[in-house]
């Protein structure tokens, strides 16, 4: 069981039903930080720009998530 004390919380539970993330509040930004880690936690590529600008995906290193 989890204690919420503030709202938004936001917990991201790994495949393995761990708890991976916890994100409490919201700001500026912020679903950049999100994203990064929902992608983390899923061990998908994460999303780096190009020269261009575009977006890309980068695979996540050995060791890099959990």
Same mark, same amino acid.
């Given at each position: 069981m989890v204690k919420v004390l503030l709202v938004p919380h936001t917990v991201m539970v790994g495949k393995d039903g761990v708890i991976r993330?916890?994100?409490?509040? !919201?700001?500026? /930004?912020?679903?950049?930080? !999100?994203?990064? /880690?929902?992608?983390?936690?899923?061990g998908l590529p994460r999303e780096t720009k190009d020269e261009s600008g575009k977006d890309t995906p980068k695979p996540i290193g050995p060791g890099e998530h959990k």
């Open positions: 993330k916890v994100h409490i509040g !919201f700001g500026p /930004d912020q679903e950049k930080h !999100f994203e990064a /880690d929902l992608r983390e936690v899923l």
